[in-house]
């Protein structure tokens, strides 16, 4: 079955770089949530999309941002990027048609900030 | 100040014992709790889910208990496998008030090792 596909899989950037990361849920699914999970740290809610708006917003920064495009894939944009950027980034998605609670993680970007 | 805490960092068990991971919130909006399995370098994939009109929900080996009133919620693993050992996430859920999506709010994890 299909998944949620995040790429790039690695990714190493420099201090005050941009980087995009993609996220590509998985088939009618009409949300997407984005979490950022530090070393050592719990996931931590970043921002969310349904129906391509944005319907809610978490610890995301400012230098951040993202999007929702009309295929549903999603992007998340992080300008200036910080040392403390580095980290593991999720993207999930999930149905609410379904009524499903669950959310289906993909296997994550590592960012790593020099 | 964290809504959702997982005070054990990490488990041993033996295979073929009981696995007993304990998670803790702090929010009563929270209605929905799941827990989530996490090996390196994968994300998190569901486990096992329980509305908060339940106590407890059962899914082959796993079992997830919740007692509202202390706002704790455990899962246990009957019997262990060495297979189990992973990051064991618990993750509670309110609705999103913007709209019908819901956010999870995780726990810090706790490493659960099974020993052949």
């Known amino acids: 079955a299909a998944g949620v596909i995040q790429s790039p899989r690695h990714l190493i950037k420099e201090k005050r770089e941009t980087a995009t990361l993609k996220c590509y849920p998985i088939?009618?699914?009409?949300?997407v949530y984005w979490y950022q999970q530090g070393p050592g740290q719990d996931p931590q809610f970043l921002i969310s999309f349904y129906e391509k708006m944005q319907s809610d917003k978490g610890s995301i920064p400012d230098r951040f941002s993202a999007q929702q495009f009309s295929d549903y894939h999603s992007e998340l944009n992080m300008s200036s990027l910080e040392l403390g950027d580095s980290a593991l980034y999720f993207c999930?998605?999930?149905?609410?048609?379904?009524?499903?609670?669950?959310?289906?993680f993909g296997s994550g970007t590592q960012l790593s900030v020099l | 100040d964290q809504q959702v805490k997982q005070n054990s960092p990490s488990l041993s068990v033996q295979e073929g014992r009981i696995s007993i991971l304990n998670c803790d919130y702090t929010?009563?909006?929270?209605?929905?709790f799941l827990w989530y399995k996490k090996y390196p370098a994968e994300g998190p994939t569901f486990l096992i889910s329980i509305s908060s009109i339940k106590d407890k929900n059962e899914d082959g080996r796993f079992t997830v208990f919740l007692n509202k009133s202390a706002k704790h919620l455990s899962l246990h693993i009957v019997p262990s496998q060495p297979g189990d050992s992973a990051v064991y996430f618990c993750?509670?859920?309110?609705?999103?008030?913007?709209?019908?999506?819901?956010?999870?709010?995780f726990g810090s994890g706790t490493q659960l090792t099974v020993l052949p």
């Open positions: 999930a998605s999930s149905s609410t048609d379904r009524a499903n609670e669950k959310l289906f």
């Open positions: 929010n009563s909006m929270f209605d929905y």
């Open positions: 993750a509670a859920s309110t609705l999103i008030s913007s709209g019908s999506a819901r956010q999870l709010t």
């Open positions: 088939p009618r699914h009409d949300t």
